[in-house]
């Protein structure tokens, strides 16, 4: 009888671990958003910073080196990332979230689908794994590029909101809030970080589900 009381606890218990996880969960791992192909634009719980880079200067490396969490999303260029071995050394260091900024694509004209897998190829190179979020530059999305990333288990996302250095944005909890650094462009990243300091960002993850999960693909 006492053995059967036994089984019975620990049953319960295994029951109780698996249905209820706690808020801070790491156990997710690889996922999409969405159970067909589609394109993200905001989330549920609070407010996202995504950082897309394609160029950087000479406080950039510095920026990825003292930037403090809840860390931005880092969509990064192709192009980029091979031209910038030390920055990627120092976001693979610090384990800085990231994922893959792709070419324009259009929906009357879709993107030739061999150029954004060289660049998933070039990124998979350098972080040995695909990457989890994927944008273009121009935010828009044919149907075949959605397709072919949902395949990949890659997740679009698109912005709530574009910031471009001016007055801070009036935010409504959810939104992905989408900045750039590009080659033609003037934030500079002392106005990024007191950005950052003004505003209560959480990770994408947090914002879409509630809880933080792992952002690594197991293989």
Not at 3 to 23: A, E, M, Q, Y
Not at 57 to 78: F, G, H, Q, R
Not at 117 to 125: A, G, L, P, S, V
Request: aromatic share 10%.
């Amino acid at each position: 009888m006492m053995v059967r009381k036994t089984l019975i606890s620990l049953i319960f218990i295994v029951i109780l671990f698996v249905f209820i996880k706690p808020i801070n969960s790491t156990m997710i791992s690889v996922f999409n958003i969405a159970d067909a192909p589609a394109v993200v634009t905001k989330g549920h719980y609070g407010t996202s910073l995504i950082v897309e880079i394609s160029f950087s200067d000479e406080t950039l490396l510095d920026w990825l080196k003292t930037v403090k969490e809840p860390y931005p999303l880092l969509l990064l260029d192709a192009a980029w990332i091979e031209r910038s071995p030390e920055h990627i050394k120092v976001i693979q260091e610090r384990k800085l979230p990231t994922g893959l900024l792709g070419p324009e694509d259009l929906v009357d004209k879709p993107i030739d689908l061999a150029v954004v897998q060289k660049d998933i190829n070039t990124y998979e190179k350098h972080f040995q794994e695909t990457p989890l979020w994927f944008a273009t530059r121009n935010h828009q999305y044919s149907q075949d590029l959605q397709n072919n990333l949902f395949q990949q288990q890659m997740n679009i996302l698109s912005p709530s909101i574009i910031w471009k250095g001016e007055k801070t944005p009036k935010l409504q909890k959810g939104d992905f809030v989408f900045m750039s650094l590009h080659q033609n462009n003037k934030i500079s990243l002392k106005e990024l970080n007191t950005f950052l300091q003004q505003n209560k960002f959480m990770s994408i993850e947090e914002n879409i589900f509630g809880y933080k999960v792992q952002t690594k693909k197991s293989p």
